[in-house]
């Protein structure tokens, strides 16, 4: 007997109940209660806010939110905080049950929700707000954008960093990583860094977010500029290769078994918390976990390869298709994202503003809750090199093409120009040039 | 019909209205929607389009990771509930015996069944890691264990082992039965000379068939809707060599936005859990006896 039947995690409920060959989406037809415009000013409103994250999101966007009701009384939103892995899940039965939230935050997955238009284009209630995006955000101001017109407003925007164990390079002599690093300069750390079956020089670059930065480094694109997967491309398997060589040539990243045997769901983050590997790429969200970590730290920009190159975590603010007032919610994403809201997001430590001149300000560079100096700069320095990872509306698709098709890569059965034909072939039917 | 008896059909219609009202507005109803979604493409959120059977014929001639998953279900389900079975009658078997704290030895073999799956799999994810616990039980023998979780060969055995850790909800059901058979037949046995081996097959299984029948079909419908195991522990993975076919439905329903496809698929593995459950009843008129029955 299985044991299906006494554990009923949510999803596992969910997917019992799918597969008694039903899928239990529809009904729940959506009654318009809650919706409010009273009062005969236009922008009073009733909003509904849904974000993903843990208690430190929940505090921040509350605090931001808190602030707004004191700028503007007559607009009320509530925060819906719902746990990362259900999130897409949840919003999407939530606009399939006639009750999506009015301002929605997306990320890499944006695009799914504009190409089937269910999120608002924002160009016009930004110009008509005097919004001006690349004045706010920088250069990713439009990154969250379809056909030319922006779905969603930056909110939280940092690139991938290095973090790396000072006291371990210090011990060999070797100087902290900077941008100019080259590949070689790197692997030449990761190999004196490393100790065989003990410590390793890398945590590795398993996860798309590392080793697309490699591809874009090397001139590849996984999508080009026609809206077709380019994955097949010699930079794009010279990049995945070099990224495979450090594991199964060089020895100075853990294989899966490494990481397997160094206890459950342990990754890179962890083993660099554990002073197992000396370097790590990862997001702003590594900072939190190590300041309690007993390794002396610091953090420093990504290496480069022919040209500077990194990925950039973050998400946006959109408004749905259903929402019941656009220009109010607008209003709210704009002060949301104002300097005086987007302070909090440092202040709590949960993530990176996407505002930059909060990025640029004392309260980014020497946050209170810092227990030690930390090179904060490079979060400035890195924003110059971020590229434009393609946010395709199967993305979820794309990724897990991915997954499937390098398995054999990343246990070193198979090299990088194999797999790499295989996907670029699945990806043909998965992705439709827009 | 007489007063009475349209009183108390009354009465029947609203004692069992919960239940009726439960099936057709839950069931009955999203069963027939579906149907319906999955001859459509549909996102979810635009207006489903009408496409026919194409979600099916796509399905069972263009997509390889369908036909994977299936053969990967049916592996599952073939191993995992026979083994499953034999496991939960040995160890019912055993408890039934007059040993030493009994009820000690029962609770812990019923335990495993009420450990959240969510800690089990991270337990597992420990033990059978390829420097882990078992493999290390396994080289005392000289036997190199393999890297269960992250090889394609081994991901499938080290799910069913998973299964096999939860053998103590049938040996209570098991147990229970075994402790329902009338005295007398073992007496009867044991003055005309029957070994316990021969009490066990000829008195003790043909008993049992009802409960070991219940725990088949339960097993088999279990088996072919395996989720959170695989979910939690490899998400499908390494290249769909774990994927079974409601996390596929599920992925393709709540992560690719394919609904009208995913619909096609639940309704693939229905019929397949359908024509094994018609076939378990087929057969059980050859084996499964029941005291009451009279052939």
Redesign the interface.
């Known amino acids: 007997?299985?044991?299906?039947?006494?554990?009923y995690?949510r999803?596992?409920f969910?997917?019992?109940g799918?597969?008694?060959?039903?899928?239990?989406?529809?009904?729940c037809g959506g009654d318009d209660s809650g919706s409010s415009s009273s009062g005969g000013n236009s922008t009073a409103a009733n909003l509904v806010m849904t974000v993903w994250g843990g208690e430190n999101d929940k505090t921040t966007y509350q605090k931001r939110l808190d602030l707004m009701a004191k700028k503007y009384p007559d607009i009320k939103v509530t925060l819906q905080l719902i746990p990362n892995d259900g999130y897409?899940?949840k919003v999407?039965t939530m606009?399939?049950g006639g009750k999506g939230p009015d301002i929605m935050q997306v990320a890499e997955s944006v695009n799914?929700?504009s190409s089937?238009?269910?999120i608002q284009p924002l160009d016009d209630l930004a110009s008509k707000a005097g919004l001006d995006l690349e004045k706010r955000f920088g250069s990713i101001g439009k990154l969250y954008s379809y056909q030319d017109k922006v779905y969603a407003v930056p909110d939280r925007s940092g690139a991938m960093i290095v973090y790396y164990n000072k006291a371990l390079f210090e011990a060999k002599g070797i100087k902290a990583p900077t941008a100019d690093w080259t590949w070689d300069d790197a692997l030449g750390a990761f190999k004196e860094l490393t100790v065989p079956g003990k410590q390793w020089g890398y945590a590795g670059s398993g996860w798309w977010a590392q080793w697309w930065s490699f591809v874009y480094q090397n001139g590849g694109k996984i999508i080009d500029d026609s809206g077709k997967p380019a994955v097949a491309s010699d930079e794009v398997i010279e990049a995945l290769q070099w990224a495979g060589d450090l594991i199964f040539k060089h020895g100075v990243v853990p294989t899966?078994?490494d990481y397997?045997?160094m206890?459950?769901?342990v990754g890179g983050d962890a083993a660099f918390a554990n002073g197992k590997v000396a370097v790590n790429t990862t997001g702003f969200w590594g900072i939190s976990g190590l300041t309690k970590s007993k390794i002396d730290w610091d953090i420093a920009p990504l290496w480069k390869g022919k040209q500077q190159a990194v990925t950039a975590f973050g998400s946006g603010l959109a408004i749905s298709r259903t929402a019941k007032n656009p220009e109010a919610a607008f209003k709210a994403i704009d002060f949301l994202t104002s300097p005086e809201a987007q302070q909090q997001i440092i202040a709590t430590g949960q993530d990176v503003p996407a505002n930059i001149e909060v990025q640029k300000s004392d309260a980014f560079l020497k946050p209170a809750w810092m227990t030690k100096p930390v090179n904060m700069d490079v979060f400035g320095e890195s924003s110059d090199f971020v590229y434009r990872a393609p946010f395709i509306p199967?993305w979820?698709?794309m990724q897990?093409a991915f997954?499937?098709?390098l398995?054999?890569f990343w246990?070193g059965k198979q090299d990088a120009r194999t797999a790499l034909t295989a996907i670029q072939k699945r990806l043909e039917t998965i992705v439709k040039p827009s | 019909m007489s007063k009475l008896r349209r009183r108390e059909a009354l009465w029947f219609y609203l004692f069992a209205s919960p239940w009726i009202i439960g099936f057709i507005v839950f069931l009955l109803g999203p069963m027939i929607a579906s149907i319906y979604i999955s001859l459509t493409d549909w996102d979810s959120f635009t207006p489903p389009k009408w496409v026919g059977l194409e979600n099916y014929t796509r399905l069972l001639t263009e997509d390889p990771v369908f036909w994977k998953a299936l053969w990967n279900t049916f592996y599952y389900a073939a191993i995992s509930v026979p083994l499953g079975l034999v496991i939960g009658l040995w160890l019912a078997n055993l408890l039934n015996k007059q040993v030493r704290a009994r009820k000690v030895f029962r609770t812990l073999i019923y335990l495993p069944t009420l450990v959240p799956l969510v800690a089990t799999a991270m337990i597992f994810k420990m033990v059978l890691a390829p420097a882990g616990p078992l493999n290390d039980v396994l080289g005392i023998f000289h036997i190199p264990g393999p890297s269960w979780l992250l090889e394609a060969v081994w991901v499938k055995p080290a799910l069913i082992l998973l299964s096999v850790w939860g053998a103590g909800g049938a040996t209570v059901l098991l147990l229970a039965a075994m402790k329902g058979i009338p005295r007398e037949l073992y007496e009867a046995a044991e003055v005309d000379g029957a070994s316990p081996i021969r009490q066990f097959w000829s008195i003790t299984v043909p008993q049992l068939t009802p409960i070991i029948f219940f725990n088949l079909i339960m097993g088999l419908i279990g088996a072919f809707q395996v989720f959170s195991q695989v979910y939690i522990l490899t998400k499908g993975g390494p290249n769909n060599a774990s994927q079974t076919m409601v996390p596929l439905l599920f992925d393709e329903a709540f992560s690719f936005y394919h609904m009208g496809y995913a619909s096609a698929i639940s309704w693939m593995l229905f019929a397949v859990i359908l024509v094994f459950t018609l076939l378990a009843f087929r057969t059980a008129r050859r084996w499964v006896f029941y005291e009451t029955e009279v052939k």
């Open positions: 007997m299985t044991m299906d039947r006494a554990q995690s999803r596992g969910l997917g019992m799918l597969a008694a060959g039903v899928i239990t989406l529809t009904g897409a899940q999407q606009i399939a799914v929700y089937k238009n269910q899966q078994k397997a045997n206890g459950a769901d199967a979820n698709e897990k997954d499937d098709g398995a054999d246990l």
